[in-house]
């Protein structure tokens, strides 16, 4: 059973919330997902009161505060859910994160901070071209990519993030034990209208990754050579649930079948 946080923080500003995350053995507490699976060995800072929940459309973009909740971010989806918008991408994500107990506490800033290897919400946000907001105190923008990539979690808090949201077609593919179960691998394509399509990986690294070099074969039509590229992107050495090889095998198998 989890034990009980050695302190608890409700600060109402950024500032003060940045300062207190700044002492030893202190986590944040967005919606609590991951704090309830671990014990907490020191103090943790809510972070509700900071009003950081909101949603906006701004043209060709979609900003989100990052303590909104997946379910509520599936909720406003909804009224914008047509066919050709990145709408139905990311709601079949936020689906595919975990049961309704869980989508209904987990935040979106949460999701991202938790850098989840096998996450596929990760990966839509990542060919929508997301990127963050962090405050440090001073604001700064990341790359979700770059983000993702880091070796050590950027410092930071994460109060935003803002997708690209231009018409087009998404798809998303995987492999996995059982369809409830989170991939072994699993690849997503959004093809914007107008402009290039873009490509993202999960099972076959550490992180969720972009594959550019395979989305320059996509560019010219080469949808093979795409999915052969594809698997000289693998460095994920392998667990239980599949080997490296099988890994490398199957991101070449749906690179295939989310170009066709």
Same mark, same amino acid.
Request: glycine fraction near 8%; charge should be negative; aromatic fraction near 4%.
């Given at each position: ?23 030893? *053995? ?12 671990? *014990? ?5 800072? *809510? ?21 909104l ?5 599936? %909720?406003?989806l909804?009224a914008?859910?047509?066919? *050709? !918008? ?16 869980y989508?209904?506490?987990a ?6 901070? !938790?850098?989840?290897?096998? !996450? ?8 929508? %071209? ?32 803002t ?6 077609? $998404? ?14 691998? !699993? ?7 107008? $402009? ?23 560019h010219?039509?080469?949808?093979e ?5 594809a ?7 392998? %667990?239980?649930?599949? %080997? ?16 066709k």
């Open positions: 059973m989890p034990k009980s946080p050695t302190a608890y923080h409700r600060p109402d500003t950024l500032d003060s919330a940045l300062q207190l995350l700044n002492q030893p *053995d202190t986590f944040a507490l967005g919606g609590g997902t991951k704090l309830l699976a671990h *014990d907490v060995p020191g103090a943790v800072v *809510d972070l509700q009161k900071l009003a950081l929940n909101q949603i906006t459309w701004n043209g060709d973009t979609l900003s989100i505060g990052a303590a909740t997946l379910t509520e971010l599936a %909720d406003a909804a914008q859910a047509a066919a *050709d !918008s990145p709408a139905p991408l990311l709601q079949q994500a936020i689906q595919q994160a975990g049961p309704n107990t989508r209904n506490a935040t979106v800033g949460g999701s991202i901070a !938790s850098r989840l290897p096998d !996450s596929e919400l990760l990966a839509v946000l990542l060919v929508l %071209d997301a990127t963050l907001t962090l405050y440090t105190p001073q604001q700064q923008t990341l790359p979700l990519a770059d983000y993702l990539a880091a070796a050590e979690r950027p410092f930071g808090l994460i109060t935003g993030i997708l690209s949201w231009h018409t087009g077609q $998404g798809k998303s593919e995987r492999v996995a034990r059982t369809p409830a179960d989170y991939p072994i691998v !699993s690849v997503t394509l959004w093809q914007p209208q107008q $402009g290039n399509a873009a490509l993202a990986a999960t099972g076959i690294a550490q992180r969720p990754l972009r594959l550019h070099t395979a989305e320059t074969h996509l010219q039509g080469h949808i050579q795409a999915a052969a590229t698997q000289t992107a693998v460095t994920h050495p392998g %667990d239980f649930r599949g %080997d490296t090889a099988y890994r490398t095998e199957m991101v070449a198998v749906l690179v295939k079948r989310v170009c």
